[in-house]
Each structure stands twice: as C-alpha cells, then as structure tokens.
C-alpha cells in the first residue's frame, strides 16, 4: 500500500491592494495639485488676454465674463509685435543652429576622450553672469558698428546656447558604448565619420532637447536685446516691457501680447515632447 504525498501549498503573500490603491490615490492628487499650480498662471493670462483693462484690475471678476477679441485686435494692427516675433524667431533659430552646430561636434570630443580641463573650462562659462559682460560687449560691438543688429543679437545669445548645448551633450556622448564607434573605425571610417554615422543619430534625441532649450533661453531673453537692439531689431521681450509706462499699463494689450508670445513656445514644447522626454532622461545613465 503507498501512501499519496501531496505538495505543501505555497505561501501566499497577501497584496496590499488597499494600500496601493491608497498610494496611486494619493500620487495623483500631489500631481494634479502641482500641475494646477504651475497652470494657474497661464489660465489668468489666457483669460486676462479676452477681458478689458478695467475687467483685469477687478478682483471681482473672476473666469465669468464676457470675452472680447480687442485686445489682440489692437496689439496685431499695431504692428511692433508681430514685427518682433518674426525677430525673435530669426535669432533664435539662427543662433540655436549655429549653437549646436559648433556645440555637438565640440561635446562629442569632450565626452569621448575625457577633456576634463575642457568641461571645467564649458562650466565656468556656464555660470559666469552675462551681465557682467555686457559692458565690454557693449563697446566692443559699437567699435565694429554691429549694435542694433542681427549679429550682435546671434552672438550674445550663442555666448549661453554654445555652453548649454556642449554641456548638456557630453554626457549623452560620454553614454554612449564606446565599442559603437570602435566597430565603425575598425570597417574603415574615420573618427568623426563614425560620430557622423554612428554617435550623432543615437544622440538625437539629447540634441533635440538641448536646441529646445537653446532656443526658449533666446526667445525668453530680455536682457540682451535691451541693450544692443534698436527699435527694427527689437525682440518680443522688449516689446512687452513697452507696454509699460509710467503712467498707465495697458494691461489688456500687455496680456494678450504675452499670449500671442507664449503660444509658439508652448506648441514647439507640445510637438518636441517626445524628444524633450527621452532627451532628459537617456543621458542619466552611462554604458
């Protein structure tokens, strides 16, 4: 007679179901909580785009209200904005082009063959003030006759995209498995054809991200195009500083001019998401 042996039954861990609910629940409230925050500005200055002058400085009027497209209308038949946007949109495409074209090849270099001095060099520049230089920029630029320029605008902007672009980019290089390229070299490219073909397309997506904030610094940038601008190079941060005066603001043309501003920005941030996303986050991690 055998006797039947029957297998033990295994443990069962019970799943905090609860308690997972509970930690979901409360993730999603802490980040609806700090999306409302960061949204809340751009919700007021969409709605004070769509009310008059004296419906913005009542505080008792709230998101009910009557909109009304004159304030655009007025600030587009003026004119100096839409002339200032096409500006803002030549130097920061032009200067986060050139950026990154001298930046990349110059990041490459950095990360794939250790030139610490070099990096160190890439974040001084990185943390010096601008405006500490805008003095000798200044008079340098009015000795060459550059001020009031496009020029003078493309440089000074590339002076932070070149830093920020190389810096953000080293790391992405410095990922990269070196043995990528040694295959390239060993089938016959050179050292930059295998950065060319190999290194520069895996690093696609830390460039894309890199040129987006390039290129949101030189749209956002106030500083520089007040001090060598003039009134045919004026950005659109100037422009709107221009909408205040001394005596009055005209906060309804001042609201719907930071809107017209703000939409292009928010759209390339929206279209480049994927980019932006993968860009932040290949780099963190090497090998």
Known sequence: MSAT???????????PVGRRRHLAWLRGTAIGLVAL???LPLVWLFAAALKTNLQVTDPSVGLWFTPTLDNFRSVIEAGQIVRSMGNSLLVGVVSTVLSAVLAVPAAWAVGRFGMRRTGSVILVARIVPAISLLVPWYYL????GLVGSYTVLILSHMFVSVPLIMWIMISFFAGLPVELEEAARTDGLSAFGAFWRISLPLAAPGTATASLLAFVFSWNNFMFALVFADDRTQTVPVTLFNFIS?????WGGLMAAATLITVPVVIAAVLGQKYLVAGLTS????G
């Open 141 to 144: 630029f009015a000795q060459m």
């Open 37 to 39: 925050v960061f949204a």
């Open 5 to 15: 042996v029957t297998p033990a039954a295994r443990p069962t861990i019970a799943q």
């Open 246 to 250: 001394y005596a009055s603001t005209d």
């Open 283 to 286: 780099g963190a991690t090497k």
